[in-house]
Each structure stands twice: as structure tokens, then as C-alpha cells.
């Protein structure tokens, strides 16, 4: 899917329709010190054992696009869903 890099959509900060830039979302690397990470160890310590069975095939062959807009006027960031895509590229638009 081919999506622009600049959109025009509503901006709840400047309370107007405003030009924002386009960006993937990709997460950021997990903390080891952050409470959800440290039980999350926690659990796979011990005899032998796993938190979750290991999942023997993958049934889903795309992942969840998430799309970072970025307002040009005063920087606010909004996150939206794009659902599952194989490709995504950011077109300029004409």
C-alpha cells in the first residue's frame, strides 16, 4: 500500500486541519529494568519450563501497521492503525 508523506488530518492541539508528517512506527528496544519485563523473566526461570508453550507454525504472514503522524505546526504526535498489510511504502504525493 502506498501511503503519502504528508497528510492533512485534524489536529486536537491546534484544534484545526493541519499538514503532518508521515513515519512508520517501529517499537523501541524493551527495558530490562521495567516492572512487565522483570516478572516476565521472573516466569521463565525454573525447572525446565517455558512462560507460554512454544508455537510450533505461524498462521499470520503479516504483521500490524502503525502509522506516526507528526504535526508541522506544533509537533504533536498521533498514532494510527492501519491494520494488516503485507507492504507499506511512503509515496510523495503530486
Known amino acids: 500500500m502506498k501511503f503519502p508523506k ?3 488530518v485534524y489536529c486536537p492541539k ?3 486541519y493541519t499538514d503532518h508528517s508521515v ?3 517501529s517499537h523501541g528496544k ?3 529494568l521495567s516492572e512487565g519485563q522483570r516478572r516476565y523473566l521472573r516466569k521463565l526461570k525454573g525447572y525446565g519450563s517455558s512462560r507460554k508453550p512454544k ?3 505461524f498462521s499470520k504472514t503479516t504483521k500490524k501497521v502503525v502509522v506516526k503522524l507528526q504535526c ?3 509537533g504533536y504526535v498521533v498514532l494510527r ?3 494488516r498489510l503485507k507492504k507499506v ?3 510523495e504525493t503530486k
Open 55 to 57: 508455537q510450533k507454525r
Open 30 to 32: 524493551r527495558r530490562n
Open 6 to 8: 504528508v497528510v492533512r
Open 81 to 83: 492503525k492501519l491494520g
Open 14 to 16: 491546534c484544534n484545526t
Open 72 to 74: 508541522r505546526q506544533c
Open 23 to 25: 513515519t512508520i512506527y
Open 89 to 91: 511504502e511512503l509515496a
